[in-house]
């Protein structure tokens, strides 16, 4: 196996310890839109989306710890700084290059909020995920309230192509049709 692949299936075995039983599929799920968005992302951007929450599995910090939501952006901010120095850790442990290496660290730091086009390209990924997956799993945890709160950050830090990706999303499921289109409308 090679670096690349073997740091790929480090990751994806870190990630069932989080609490959050979509962890490991929306990892997966951010890799494959980064890959829509970007075809020749390289493998500073593709290993970012795969470790971008990956804190979450060794904390086992998630946001249903967060009681009040007006906080949020910190709370992002310090899971992002989290994850960014886990990722670091074990890349510099497979001997990557201090210039892949920095840039992965920029790329889940700046996960959530973005800032520069790469950047970007993973935020809107990571709520295109988000969407297609994670939003009937936030409900049972979180409950309606809060699931609608988060809903709507993860739309409107989107670009404007970014939400008319989610806008073609089509939910199966009746009751979160209903709360995406509260949410975001
Ligand atoms: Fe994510």
Redesign the pocket.
Known sequence: MNKFDLIKKEILDILPKSPLAFEQI?AKL?LEWVLKLKPDADEALQIAALS??IERAITGITEKDLDDYSKINEFKKEHSIRSANIITEILAKHDYSQNTINKVKRLVENHEFGGDQESDILKNA?SLAYFSYNIPFNLKRMGREKTKLKIQFMYNRLSDDAKNLVNQIKFLDKDIKILVKEAIS
């Open positions: 929306h951010v971008h929450d990571d």
